[in-house]
Every structure is written in C-alpha cells, then in structure tokens.
C-alpha cells in the first residue's frame, strides 16, 4: 500500500461520520457547487437554498453530498450546520480552520478536508452573486481555501492531460 | 489535546463491535495463543541471553535461533543453515538484500543497472532508489500487465550486461499475482550470468511451494507476521556465492549481515507459526482458496460497480481479495466497516495532501479514482465461513450507506 501515516481523529469525526446531518440532494436549492473530483480522491457537491431578508441573504437550508474519507464527510456536515439560518456575509467568513476546530482539531494530513469543505462554500457564494450585484464583502481575488481546491483540481487536470497526450501519442 | 487522548476518546466513541473479523493480514496480524506461548518462555525462563555469550541462557537461545533456521531452510529448500540470516521485519530483509548487495564493492564491478518491477514492495522500491541514488546507478521499473504479471518477453529488454541486481517478488501483496518466477530467474540469468536475482516471497510463504534451488534465485526475503507469526521477525535468504556489506553497523552475533542481540522469543514465535503453516499445507491452502472464492464471487455478485484488482482466479494467491468499489472512497469504507467490526485497508490516497493512491494500482492500470475505492481482504486459515457470511452481510449495506451520501453519481 501507499506509504501510511497515522490519523488521530477526534471522537467528533467518527460521531459525525457515523450521524451526517444534512445529506443528499436538495431539488429547490439557489445554487449548487461542487469542489474536488473523484481522480483527487474527494468531491464536496453543496446544495444552498439562499432567502432574501431585507438588504440580507441568508442561508435558509443547505445540503451536501461527499465522496471522501470520513473526515472529509464530516467537514461537510459540520459545515452545512454551521451556514444553516446564516447570512451569507457570515458564512463567507468561516474559515478551515475554524472547521477543523470544530470537528476537535484535524490531523494536519486532513486539513484539506476542511479546506475542501469551505471551497465549495465559498464557490456557491460567488456563484449566487454572479449576475448581481456584488455586495462590498465579497472579495474579486480568490481566497486561500478557493485557491487550494483549485491547485488540488488542476493537478489531477494535469496528469490526466500528459496521460492523454501519452495515450495519443502511442495510438 | 493529546494524541493518546484524542485517541482514547476516538475508540471510546467507536464503541466494540459485537462481532468482528479481522482482515487486515497485509499490514499486520494478531497473533494465535500457541504462537505467543510458544515466545513467552523465552523472556523470563529460557533462552532469555545473548546467543553468542557462553552462558546456558545464551546457549539456550543459540539453540533456538538455529532450531528456526533449521525450519526456514527445510521449508524452502536452502542446502545450508549459513544462508539463512534473521532480520526484525520483512522490510530490514529487503533492505539488506538491496542496500547490502549494492555497497559491497566488488558487486558494483558487475554493472550500473538494478531492475525491479513496478508493483515490488515499498521496501524494495525505496532502498533499490536510494542505492542507486548513492551509487549513480540508473534503476529501472519493468511495467506489469493488467492483473501484474511481468512478461517474461518483455522483461528481456530490461536485462542486459549492464544490470547487476534484479528484484521481483514472488506474490505481489496487494494484488495476489503469483509471478511466473522461475521463467523470469531463467530470462535474467541467460540475459547475464553474472546477475544477482532477489525476489520478496514474504506474500508467497507458506501459500505456494517454495524452492530457492529450482527458482534459482539467488535471495529472498520472508516474514514472519505474513504468516500469523509475531511482528518483528524477518528473514533473509543469501545464496554462499553472493556476499554481502551489512548496511547497518554495530556487534555482530549469529547473524553475521545484521547487528544487534537477535530477537529470540519473537524468532521462536516464527518457528511456531511456520510450523502451524506448513502442517497439512495443501489442505490449509485449498480451504482459504475456498473463503477466498466464496467473498470475491459474492461481493462481485452481490454489489454492483465493484471492479476486481489483480487475476480472478488462475495465478491469484489463495488467501487474497482486492476489488475496487466506486463512487465510495476506500478510506471512508474502512472505518464504516471498523464501526460493523470488519478490519481491511484501502489502496486510497487518504494519508496524502497530493492524493498519490497504490502505485501497484496505478501500475496495473486503474484510474486514480478506481485506485481510491479499494480495498485489500487477506485471509489465513483461522477465519471460518460464518466470518466470510458476516463480510458479506455488512459489506453491501456499509457501500450503500457510503454511495447515497456520495457526491460522485453513477453514469
């Protein structure tokens, strides 16, 4: 097997592994993003239902669907508690590590995990904004969790781009 | 918090399964009692000394040491006890074999060149890059086909008057191929007399017949939690003609390649299990052939989208069950099935940030994402049916919990 490196989770990702909140589809959801791909080994799909309450949007249910390890489901799941009844100013500002913490502090090795998690939450607010206008607290540059998410999908968009190239060359 | 508290915590919300049905024979084992009574006397009544001091405690455990080296030659036909060298893991045994071939320097006369196959161990892998590293040797991967077979035709490219080493294992330990070695000792050594063929045989111990005189290999590696014995013990075959530089340096004893007091109790734990091992072999063997068959058939037959790794059934080590299930992620599975008390390991990426899954999946073609779903069954003969029926009660339901959260849906 591939080179193993031991994992401390927390009592709080098994409990949530075994007990996810929030799964599946959502067919009246506002937006839909996804972050990963299965080639990278996890993929968050986050379904938002977004509720327009004066000059505020808020979070009025989420839901998730994750093809990951356990950590990786528990992330989305904590995170679709923590945005539920959120504005999405409030969700925009959760961060990994806030998600990590909350799931009793992941192993540095999973930290992607969270990462993940908020990419794709961040994504679906950018996606929600796209054709409106865009409220003062949405940055233009990419944050440090959409940046990652990005890095992790256009190095598997890579290697399968030279194995292509490969497979081309010898057909 | 602390790791060992953070653990503690962890299995204490896991709870202990009502049943469970360890599988996990590649990474590690437990140990059967007639094995550890075998090891205790040996740290506190007998043979508890250093067996190259002159004392009866050291003689005692001289005894012992050659009383295992008695039993690892007869099991795999080495004419002399000498050849025999006990190593504390199958990896120090592949290490030696490689790093102590290599830094001996009459053996770099020979050539430049070490050749292994894509699928070897990792303690293959790692000391033949090391060693050529060091050296500036150039060290070449032969690919393997899609069940990870090497093909003795195309093998012959690899080897020429240039290579000095060669290294492919016997039973690849992921995918459970039983290489067509003798075919590819004979390829080598007509290629170049002067080539020195090790091959790892820890996954074929015990599981197909062994013989260093008709493989005509020249080293080879065994170990000893591969067949219910304790962790910690290895060994090494070393045909007399090959000499070795020991890599590692400190007091020698019996061993004359590995430094440090030999582990007597836990070479006595070998001797038990090689002893259990190869009481009624054949029978032993075609009864795990049996559980093996029954779990790969009915979660083929029973799950769909579940690819099987490695051959499906002529050239598959008995005890071995690789399959690939998709739209899950293997990591995920096995700790689902930990909490159903099924213990098996993933060839997942789950422990990288890069996500870099079993480079023997990789090299015997399966996507990354195929790679990332699998996982590994090994089976010995102290599982029964009812352990097998149990699997495959809990299997489908723990794949099915896992795919209706999944994000990856099916085409």
Redesign the interface.
Known sequence: ?????P?????K???I??N?KN??RMDDATVIE?AG?????????LYIKVRSEGDRDVVEKSS???????A??AAASILTELVNGRSLEEAWRISWKQISDEL??LPP?K??CSILAVGALKRAIRAYYLNKDKPHWLPQDLTLEEKQVLE?EE??ER?YGSMKAIVDELK | MRVSSKVKELLKEHGWPAREVYFDLENSNWVPREVVEAILPFFNERGYGHPSVTHKPGWEALEEVYLTKELVAKTIGAADLDEISFTHSGTEANNLAILGFIAKKDNRRRGGKIVVSAVEHLSVIFPAEYASQLFGLKMQRVPVDEYGFVDPELFKYYVDRDTLLVSIQLVNHEVGSIQKLKELVDVAKSANPNVVFHTDAADAYSWIPIDVERLHVDMMTISSHKIHGPRGVGALYVRNEVLLEPPLKGQLSVEKLWPGVENVPLIAGFRKAIEISFKGFEHRVSYVKALRDKLMNGIVSGIPEVLVNGPLNKGRVANNVNVSFLRIEGEALTVELSLHGIYVSSGSACSSRILEPSHVLLAIGRKREEAHGSILFKLSQYHRESDVDYALETIPKAVERLRAISSWKSC
């Open positions: 097997m591939s080179t193993r490196i994992l401390p989770y927390g009592p990702v098994l409990e592994f075994r996810p799964i599946g996804s791909s299965p080639a990278c080994g996890d993929m968050i799909r998730f669907e994750s093809y990951g390890c356990a990786n489901i009793g502090g090795i930290y992607h992790e190095m598997i290697y």
